[in-house]
């Protein structure tokens, strides 16, 4: 079983930046991917961005590259997703996910475990 803990959401104002972080506890693989997903109101839940725990690969949503970089810090267990020139569109719960397998995926039923969720609000 894995358990992750996200933090670091708030209130920011466009243009502004935060930094989520997804704490993974449990038993952790050395190979497996994590992911960022998030959820705005009336909406399905959307990937944002992905990485694998074993090599620096990463993959990201049309809408947030350029502005997003996920990371992680393996000594630590922690995948980090920095978001930049955040816009009101950004607003939404952020959810961490990880998978067992070290493949990188937007697809949220490839992902086995799942976080409580962060929540992001940007003001206009």
């Known amino acids: 079983q894995v358990q992750l803990v996200e933090s670091g959401g708030g209130l920011v104002q466009a243009g502004g930046s935060l930094r989520l972080s997804c704490a993974a506890s449990?038993?952790?693989?050395?190979?497996?991917?994590m992911g960022w997903f998030r959820q705005a109101p009336g909406k399905e839940r959307e990937f944002v961005a992905a990485?694998?725990?074993?090599?620096?690969?990463?993959y990201y949503a049309d809408s947030v590259k350029g502005r997003f970089t996920i990371s992680r810090d393996n000594a630590k267990n922690t995948v980090y997703l920095q978001m930049n020139s955040l816009k009101p569109e950004d607003t939404a719960v952020y959810y961490c996910?990880?998978?067992?397998?070290?493949?990188?995926?937007?697809?949220?039923?490839?992902?086995?475990?799942w976080g409580q969720g962060t929540q992001v609000t940007v003001s206009s």
């Open positions: 996910a990880a998978r067992s397998y070290s493949l990188l995926s937007r697809y949220t039923y490839e992902y086995n475990y």
């Open positions: 449990g038993r952790t693989f050395s190979s497996n991917a």
């Open positions: 990485i694998s725990w074993s090599n620096p690969s990463t």
